[in-house]
């Protein structure tokens, strides 16, 4: 199957069970104080689920297109290095609001994954929540027996409440859920680890697919939980790792998903895709990370200085410094990548294929400002080196903030000059300008610092984040 056929399918599976097929919301989250960019399937129906709105239709389904950068749910740093996360991905969805409830959402599941798909029941695993005496949970027992039916004992294991249980936020609906895993190991692979129990984190070829997850507590603001009336169902798969699955692939990139970017690129930049891994990890990056930048743009969201119109930027930029690097890509490249994404999604997502020239126009002006300060910035790195061993901490810094250079770019270009750089300056050069824009934002909100989800997390601007985690990144080669 194509990747449109197993799209299309499973929106005709879930319309020949009575559902309603709705259009994916933008990608970009406007008027949700909350949110910066749609996270998942659900976050169009927040007010179904909390009782703020009628419901019209009782079982919905879809495809939306998700944006994890940012946030509680933030894979970016993920992205190239595995298979699997991607910044923007799609959602395929179905729901059930006080309709349908665990019986009829695990066994849809599983008539589409083996009737539909034909997917391999030997390779699949579900999980359930094990429950958690400190809140006087149960094991959710149901969701167990209802699989038991279909799939033998020993592949249902349990999980705790970090993976198994969902909540939206500190009050309001929540519930147990139940994952999907896939195992893509070789047949030899799995004849020599026989008997391991596998879930999503333990291989790389072992993946989560997808979440079904029941919603039958409402969380009161003492923070006890009682049930609710209706019960809902909120399921969340992702798309390019069905993809992945259905088409024997060990990697989403390997799809049809991806290969014609992959391709646009390889063909472009003259190095084979599985040439080398740095080549291919810039590659993977640059074919996942303009479709954030496309959809965020063709959704309204341009690239700018501050809140998501920073992060879009960062992504762009992250991508432009990629193709720079390790392809070569001298000259303005990346938004030329839009037309063979617009060509994907026609008749999909039409929101970009309207939109291509516009876009591209947007992609091209931004790798033209940040190539010319690239540019600028290894100029004033080739002038400091001379004579120099080591890459002050403070220079460093200054690279990073005043040409936009990323810490692992200066890191790189002092390896080729057999230099080191000092990173514990850095680091305080870092950590002094965090403090300035701490001090900065009381009196000011200004244009880089970007406030988490529900103030869990404090961004200090996304320079500043990346940095911070690809200094530990490049200190563990
Ligand atoms: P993971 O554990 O792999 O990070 P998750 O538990 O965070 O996934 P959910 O919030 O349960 O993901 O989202 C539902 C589904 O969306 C997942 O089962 C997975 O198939 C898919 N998904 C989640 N994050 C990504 C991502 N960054 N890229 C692609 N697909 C994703
Ligand atoms: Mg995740
Ligand atoms: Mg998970
Ligand atoms: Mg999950």
Known sequence: MTSREIREAFLEFFKSKSHHIVPSAPVVVKNDPTLMFTNAGMNQF?????GEAAVKYSRIADTQRCLRVSGKHNDLEEVGIDTYHHTLFEMLGNWSFGDYFKKE??????????????????????????????????????????????????????????????????????????????????????????????????????????????MQFNRLKNGSLEPLPAKHVDTGMGFERLVRAIQGKTSNYDTDVFQPLIAYISQKSGVQ?????KTDIAMRVLSDHIRAVSFA??????????????????????????AYTFLDFKQPFFHELVPVLAAQFKGVFDELYQQQDFV???????????????????QR?????????????????ELFDTYGFPIDLTELLAREKGLTVDM??????????????????????????????GDEVEFVGYDALEATTRIQKYRKV
């Not at 300056?425 to 880089?448: M, P």
């Open 360 to 378: 591209e126009k947007v992609v091209l002006e931004e790798e033209i400002s940040f190539l010319r300060t690239l540019t600028t910035g290894i």
């Open 105 to 214: 959402a695990i066994a849809w599941a599983w008539e589409l994954f083996t009737e539909v798909y034909k997917l391999d029941k030997d390779r699949l695993y579900v999980t359930i929540f094990e429950g958690d005496d400190s809140e006087g949970l149960v094991r959710d027992q149901e969701a167990y027996d209802f699989w038991k039916e279909f799939i033998a004992e020993d592949r249902i294991l349990l999980g705790n409440k970090k993976d198994n249980f969902w909540e939206m936020g500190d009050m309001g609906p929540c519930g147990p859920c139940s994952e999907i895993h896939y195992d893509m190991r070789t047949d030899a692979e799995r004849a020599s680890q026989k008997g391991q129990e596998l879930v999503n984190a333990d291989h790389p070829q072992v993946i989560e697919v997808w979440n079904l997850v029941f």
């Open 46 to 50: 927040k007010d179904l689920f909390l």
């Open 381 to 397: 790195f080739e002038n400091y080196v001379e004579g120099n061993q080591l890459i002050d901490g403070d220079f460093a810094f």
């Open 297 to 322: 743009i063709a959704d309204g969201q341009l690239p700018s200085n501050n809140k998501a119109g920073y992060v879009i930027r960062r992504i762009l930029r992250r991508a432009v410094r990629y």
């Open 424 to 453: 514990d300056a850095f680091d305080r050069a870092l950590l002094a300008q965090k403090e300035r824009s701490r001090a900065a934002t009381t009196t000011d909100t200004g244009d880089w610092v970007i406030v988490g989800e």
């Open 273 to 277: 895709y599985g040439a080398a891994e």
